[in-house]
């Protein structure tokens, strides 16, 4: 089953200007993780924020989360055409003492030069 | 360090055949992840290798589907015989430890995948 809803699908804008993509989430989580996936490639890792935690930077990536809402945003600021990907939230859930790694459906952002 | 390694990158089989996926995870990582994501969705869970143990296989529709880690390293999933439904791209994924709820503190690390096209 999938755990993270994003918003929206997809999102189009010019080069230069600031990418939001929001998940929501339903149950409790231990940590939220933002990947990325160029076309046709693997999902590598952006960045974790934990459940205690509010905000996190990573270079132009910006991470919001709100447990009380059940909701993340990850901001890309200056975004570049190299940012066109798709972006997944994924929330880890416990699973027999140990923990598995559920992902929403993803926002396909297209950067455009 | 060397990534996760798959093959192939790409099949195109017809419904009924059967095929097998090979996964060689980061040298060292205990825990190994099948993972299956049609196009349009997000990556789902198939199953979950701690060692060579199986951890979590409640997604793996084991009718047709199997998976195994030898020695608990490399891992191959097979689809005997595959469907039409089948066609997705599978995922595979390692981290270094059977990881304590709440103790994270990276990512999952995650091959290129193997792209399947059943026709």
């Known amino acids: 089953s999938q755990q993270g809803e994003e918003d929206p699908q997809a999102l189009s804008i010019q080069e230069g200007e600031n990418a939001t993509m929001n998940c929501s989430y339903k149950?409790?989580?231990?940590?939220l993780q933002w990947y990325r996936q160029n076309s046709g490639r693997g999902l590598v890792h952006l960045i974790l924020?934990?459940?205690?935690?509010r905000e996190k930077h990573s270079g132009r990536l910006r991470v919001t989360l709100d447990t009380s809402k059940k909701s993340s945003s990850l901001l890309i600021t200056a975004s570049r055409a190299a940012d066109t990907a798709s972006y997944f939230c994924?929330?880890?859930?416990?699973?027999?003492?140990?923990?598995?790694?559920?992902f929403g459906k993803g926002t396909k952002l297209t950067v455009n030069p | 360090e060397a990534g996760v390694a798959q093959s192939p990158r790409y099949k195109i089989i017809e419904k009924r055949q059967s095929v097998a996926f090979w996964c060689n995870p980061i040298?060292?990582?205990?825990?190994l992840y099948w993972y299956q994501q049609i196009l349009g969705q997000g990556p789902k869970l198939l199953i979950q290798?701690?060692?060579?143990?199986?951890?979590?296989d409640s997604q793996l529709p084991k009718d047709r589907f199997s998976a195994e880690r030898l020695k608990g390293v490399d891992s191959t999933l097979k689809i005997q015989p595959a469907k039409l439904e089948d066609s997705a791209v599978y995922l595979c994924?390692?981290?270094?430890?059977?990881?304590?709820?709440?103790?994270?503190?990276?990512?999952?690390?995650f091959g290129s995948g193997t792209r399947l096209t059943v026709v």
């Open positions: 994924a390692s981290s270094p430890v059977r990881r304590p709820v709440g103790r994270t503190k990276d990512g999952y690390t």
């Open positions: 149950t409790s989580i231990n940590n």
């Open positions: 924020i934990r459940s205690n935690e």
């Open positions: 994924a929330t880890v859930q416990s699973q027999g003492g140990s923990e598995k790694l559920v």
């Open positions: 040298s060292g990582h205990a825990t």
């Open positions: 290798f701690q060692n060579n143990g199986v951890v979590d």
